[in-house]
């Protein structure tokens, strides 16, 4: 495909196959798996993507163009995703859809303080529900003309995208955690166990995180936490 082709894909009007056609999806995530799901979910909804790592890089990316969509995580490595939110939402011109998305409980309720339109809860893995937050937020003349069907296909990432955000993990903590870092890696590791449905990955976050909410020493949990870091990565190198 040509840049003619490239461009004329994404100045077509969006049709009820590919609803999102037209659309640039900026998503905000430091996660490799959840960008890999949003990238497949966009790919097959007919959304161009860019996406950026941490807040630094969103700001790069808005210095050069204004995206139809932001997708932002609330707890990203250098700051909190509502921040970026708030931004966004006071700026002119502003980005048509801005949405929140986090796998903690409590993010939902940041994101549509800081002014998110809406919100993604993690994991976000089925297809008819992202297109269908996007295209309830969007103007009516943005949106596919006629009826269309509700796709009930749930989007599976490539597992080593899993494997890649495992190793991040594994350089963090061998840094050092101290209670700001511990709160990003429990963060972190509690959104792409449930999006991997790693049980046992969620349930030693889980444990961490409430012996820190008692004031208990965490030495133990934490150690926990980077074995299984260590065995899953060792599963890798086995493959």
Known sequence: MDDNDTLSLFTRPPTAARPLLGLTVLVVEDSRFASEA????????????RRADCLRSAHRHLQVYRPTVAIIDIGLRDGSGAELI???NAS?????VILGMSGDPDGEAMAMSAGADGFLAKPVTSLGGFQET???????????NGPRSISNDEIIPDPIAYQDDLAHMADIMDTGVDEQTMDYVAQFLAG??????DDAMLAAVEQLTRKRAVGGSTGSELAQLAGLVQQRLERKIAM
């Open 92 to 96: 002119q011109p502003r980005t048509e």
């Open 38 to 49: 949003l990238r497949l979910l966009c790919l097959r909804s007919g959304a161009r993507i």
């Open 134 to 144: 996007i295209l309830s937020l969007l103007p009516l003349d943005r949106r596919p």
């Open 86 to 88: 708030r931004e966004m």
């Open 192 to 197: 792409v166990a449930r999006s991997a449905d």
